[in-house]
Structures are given as C-alpha cells and as structure tokens.
C-alpha cells in the first residue's frame, strides 16, 4: 500500500519561513518525480514545484521562485520544500505527490499537471498572516 504523508505546516508571520516534508513509503522512490502543489478553497489545485526522478531537475511556479526550494533525499524516501519569505498569498493547502517516471520522456522532466502525479498525501495547511 502506498502512503504519502506531508508535515511541517503551521501559521506564520509574513516574512517567515516554513519546511514541509513529505515522506512516501509502499512505492520504489527513485522511480518517481516528487511534486509539491497547493489549493485553496474554490479554486483549482495549483503546481508549486517539482523535482525529477533523479533529483538533477527542478520547477517552481512563478510566484515562489527565489523563495521556494524543493530537494530530495533518496536514502529516506523524502521530498522537502522550504519555504522562505512567505507572504499571505501563499496561504493554501499543500499537497505532496508521485509522479512515476516513464522512458518516453528527457530525464530532466518535471511533470507539473495534476494528471500526471498517481499518488497524493493528505495535505498540510500552511497560513500566513500579514
């Protein structure tokens, strides 16, 4: 059975920091490209930042780069994404994702479309106040 569980939300000021950790079990890690997306209420679940099977490429949306980062850690079958700087808008409910790799893509391919991620965890709120 595939799990994935996400931790590390919490409220925050703006300009404060945030790591969120997402840890899969039940699934061959590193035959996964990891993703981070979030979504508030009403509205469409949006891509955050990605990160490829072999941890050589990553995407962040437009509105987190340069404040996000996203790396992995093989040996522990985790996924982090840490968060600086934050600001209200980036209130939401953050979800962590596999994407299963496939042979008909680059290596450096980030998947980003909800479509393409197979298993979601639960999702953990993050709330900055201004």
């Known amino acids: 059975q595939v799990k994935v569980v996400e931790s590390g939300g919490g409220l925050v000021q703006a300009g404060g920091s945030l790591r969120l950790s997402c840890t899969t079990s039940?699934?061959?890690?590193?035959?996964?490209?990891m993703g981070w997306f979030r979504q508030i209420p009403g509205k469409d679940r949006e891509a955050v930042s990605g990160?490829?099977?072999?941890?050589?490429?990553?995407r962040y949306a437009d509105s987190v780069k340069g404040r996000f980062t996203i790396s992995r850690d093989d040996a522990k079958n985790t996924v982090t994404l840490q968060m600086n700087n934050l600001k209200p808008e980036d209130t939401a409910m953050y979800y962590c994702?596999?994407?299963?790799?496939?042979?008909?893509?680059?290596?450096?391919?980030?998947?980003?479309?909800?479509?393409?991620?197979?298993?979601w965890g639960q999702g953990t709120q993050v709330t900055v106040s201004s």
């Open positions: 994702a596999a994407s299963e790799m496939s042979v008909y893509n680059e290596d450096d391919y980030v998947p980003t479309a909800t479509y393409e991620f197979n298993y």
């Open positions: 039940g699934l061959t890690f590193g035959d996964y490209h």
């Open positions: 990160i490829n099977y072999s941890g050589s490429s990553t």
